[in-house]
């Protein structure tokens, strides 16, 4: 269960869906249960979640949890409307601790430092991820899913083309020249449907072709994003754009969305995709052959970066509606989703779903988990090449304008540097505030 992460075509418009709120109060549940807003990318992901997560709580204790589920592609901004109009359930939803942090400064959720202590939660998360889901150094949400970004391709086109996952700028270039020539769309992308997928692209350029060190300098305002780096990074983007690499150009990109990029991919028609590792799922489901996908690192994009960066990322972070009258049953079921790493590996290894931003070995891998999913929970810890997510570490207002106002550089109505001056604007209002995130430190 992850925001961003596939964005299907939706099949209603907000505001009737927000509509269903009047006079709904906690999300419908008795008075007595616990309400929660769960959103699934297939209903054997949601049987998954039900038989493992809110079964097994409610069969260990007096404290039972009604799961509500809503559409994938609209729940953050269903939740959203739920919240201002104080009727959200007492479990609540964000796409990342970006989105949570915002409803923590405006009061809308609880603090979590006691129960962070009853449940030892700072010790059982990464401590970059715990750090990163305090507001003012108090916990406020809970991660429940942690990926990266990474390139998908068809392994059965890329052995019929001679092709190997690039490592390089140079390799990748050359295999998109090469799949052009040959009629195939050299790189899945767009944002039909939903607006978030151009930041996925953006993320991942931003890490391999500026790098986490030029990233952490900027988030700590030791560097601006109107630095060249930057501004060669999103221009490198609009390059595959107007050559007609990326979504097949400009006007294409308005109207493909992840299904249809996954979809391109199983069928031969798209090379590559880069996008998250919340795509397992979707993916295996698309391909005639669940096997006949893989993932690749990124490639580097700049010669001084290096590569193979992971862009670590939270798709879902959890928070106690600051209304409710179940705060402790909530927290409860909130540690039932995060507090056991065999639970956890469990519901991965069935559904493909991102596990929890948790401390565990390969050797604490399910028998039937997918190979590719144990790799790639191999790999990020083995690695200190990990980046930033600008879902998870760019403050709420900046992370909004460099979606919404991403458009404009498809179109070329701004140029990179506009659009950066724009983004550097808004960080710079939300620094001087006190409202960013606080990002890890690269390791050297």
């Known amino acids: 269960m992850n925001r961003k992460k596939r964005a299907l075509v939706l099949t209603g418009m907000l505001a009737a869906a927000a509509m269903t709120l009047v006079g ?20 054997t992901t949601e049987d ?23 559409e994938l592609t609209t729940i953050g901004q269903l939740t959203d409307t739920a919240v201002a109009a104080g009727q959200a359930p007492d479990v609540i939803y964000s796409n990342g601790p970006s989105a949570a942090s915002d ?13 962070s202590k009853k449940y030892d939660w700072e010790a059982k998360l990464l401590p970059w991820a715990y750090e990163l889901s305090k507001v003012n150094d108090s916990l406020m949400s809970v991660p429940t899913g942690y990926g990266s970004m990474v390139l998908y391709y068809n392994k059965a086109v890329f052995d019929e083309n001679g092709w190997t996952p690039p ?15 040959k ?23 931003l890490n391999a072709a500026v790098g986490p060190d030029k990233l952490y300098d900027a988030l700590t305002g030791k560097a601006s994003f109107t630095d060249p780096e930057f501004v060669e990074a999103i221009d490198l983007i609009k390059g595959w754009i107007d050559d007609g690499w990326l979504a097949g150009g400009a006007e294409s990109y308005f109207t493909t969305d992840d299904t249809a990029n996954i979809t391109g991919l199983a069928n031969g028609s798209t090379a590559m995709y880069i996008s998250g590792t919340w795509a397992f799922n979707s993916l295996s489901q698309e391909f005639e052959d669940p096997d006949g996908w893989d993932w690749a690192p990124l490639p580097s994009l700049n010669d001084s970066v290096a590569p193979g960066v992971f862009p ?25 989703l995060i507090g056991d790493v065999d639970r956890s590996l469990k519901y991965t290894a069935r559904t493909g779903e991102n596990p929890p931003p948790l401390a ?28 930033y997510a600008t879902w998870s570490f760019f403050p709420p207002k900046t992370d909004a304008y ?23 604007k808004s960080f710079d209002e939300e620094f001087a505030a006190g409202t960013t995130l606080t990002p890890f430190a690269p390791t050297k």
């Open 24 to 43: 709904c109060t906690g999300g419908g549940s008795s008075s007595s249960d616990v309400s929660y807003w769960g959103a699934f990318y297939a209903p």
């Open 48 to 70: 998954a979640f039900q038989e493992i997560f809110i079964d097994g709580f409610n069969g260990e204790g007096d404290a039972k949890v009604d799961m509500q589920v809503k």
């Open 103 to 115: 409803l923590a400064r405006a009061d809308r959720t609880l603090s979590l430092d006691d129960y």
């Open 167 to 181: 490592t390089t700028l140079a390799e990748f270039e050359t295999i998109a020249a090469d799949a052009k020539a």
């Open 183 to 205: 009629g195939i769309v050299p790189l899945g992308g767009g944002n039909s449907g939903y607006q978030g997928m151009s930041e996925w692209l953006v993320t991942a350029v």
């Open 312 to 336: 670590l990322a939270i798709g879902t972070a959890l928070s106690v509606n600051a209304k409710t009258e179940h705060a402790d049953d909530s927290a409860a079921f909130i540690d039932y």
């Open 360 to 387: 565990f070995t390969a050797d604490q891998f399910p028998a039937d988990i997918d190979s590719r999913t144990a790799r790639l929970y191999s790999d990020i810890p083995a690695t200190t090449n990990v980046g």
């Open 402 to 424: 460099l979606i919404s106002e991403f458009d404009k550089v498809v179109t070329g109505d701004v140029s990179s540097a506009q659009y950066l001056e724009g983004l550097q």
